[in-house]
């Protein structure tokens, strides 16, 4: 499931750059629900929320891409 990835990505950057989801949620604008869960892939993040966490986490949008298998 590729919310699965997108949120797994996003908790392992999370975590290397020093942030608590509910740290994360007060610098992005969203409740610690919507960084919940996405990260246990519940929710697919929008395309601006992606931006903003990109911008946060100082990475690229390119970097949370789940990976494909093709």
Avoid: C
Avoid at 6 to 21: D, E, V
Avoid at 60 to 68: D, G, H, I, K, Y
Wanted: glycine share 8%; hydrophobic share 35%; no cysteine.
């Amino acid at each position: 499931m590729e919310e699965e990835q997108w949120g797994r990505r996003i908790r392992a950057f999370r975590k290397l750059k020093g942030y608590t989801q509910e740290s994360l949620a007060r610098k992005l604008g969203v409740s610690v629900s919507v960084i919940g869960e996405v990260e246990r892939g519940n929710r697919k993040p929008s395309d601006e929320l992606l931006h903003l966490i990109a911008l946060t986490l100082n990475i690229s949008v390119n970097e949370l891409l789940p990976e494909r298998i093709n």
